[in-house]
């Protein structure tokens, strides 16, 4: 429990840090000359239209790995794919631009843009322990719901072995039964045999 409540308190401090250094990244870079201009607000790209952006970002990054515009492309794709109006964000992906952006750049990094690094960082860490934990959920939905077709079939053997040894018993019953009356059948023989032997000593002596 004290560990959840820490993650908790930590994750919303990441967000919080993050929101604030995205914002103060975007006033600082707007005030610099120097700077590399301030990438386009990636709330206002419209959500059908990040794929598209992204990809266009991507052949960019491909071309000229060292350019300038390389570069503000890194910083770009990194605040497009951690946008929370991006309903396909991917913060690992986030992280990773932003890295490359800062060993390209790296003299120019502002105290805001570490915030914002150390944000993703934070953010990625935990995803991955979500997703693990998803892992595990998943697995273990899937081992209760084989245990539960396990023991479905062992209920349709039993309910089947049931069905056989209730047949088995009446079958048994049946035999028991007309065993008996073979016995009867038996019994009256005999003394069907015993009465005519009895019979036939009584007419020979008479002769």
Request: with cysteine; glycine share 2%; aromatic share 2%.
């Amino acid at each position: 429990m004290h560990r959840i409540k820490t993650q908790t308190i930590v994750t919303l401090m990441t967000i919080l840090v993050f929101c604030m250094g995205g914002c103060s990244h975007t006033t600082n870079s707007a005030r610099t000359s120097s700077a590399p201009p301030s990438p386009p607000a990636a709330g206002k790209v419209a959500n059908d239209k990040y794929g598209r952006e992204i990809a266009k970002l991507n052949q960019i990054v491909k071309v000229n790995k060292k350019s300038s515009a390389t570069k503000e492309a890194h910083l770009k794709l990194a605040r497009l794919h951690s946008d929370h109006k991006n309903n396909n964000r991917n913060y690992q992906k986030a992280l990773k631009h932003l890295q490359t952006y800062i060993r390209q750049d790296n003299a120019r990094v502002d105290g805001d843009t570490l915030n914002w690094l150390a944000s993703l960082k934070e953010i990625a860490r935990l995803s991955k322990e979500v997703n693990t934990q998803n892992r595990q959920i998943g697995q273990m939905k899937k081992k209760l719901a084989q245990s539960k077709n396990e023991t479905s079939a062992l209920t349709r053997t039993n309910h089947k072995l049931r069905r056989e040894e209730i047949s088995l018993r009446d079958k048994t019953r049946k035999l028991e039964e007309s065993n008996l009356k073979l016995q009867k059948t038996i019994e009256m023989l005999k003394n069907l045999d015993q009465r005519l032997e009895e019979k036939r000593r009584n007419f020979n002596s008479k002769r």
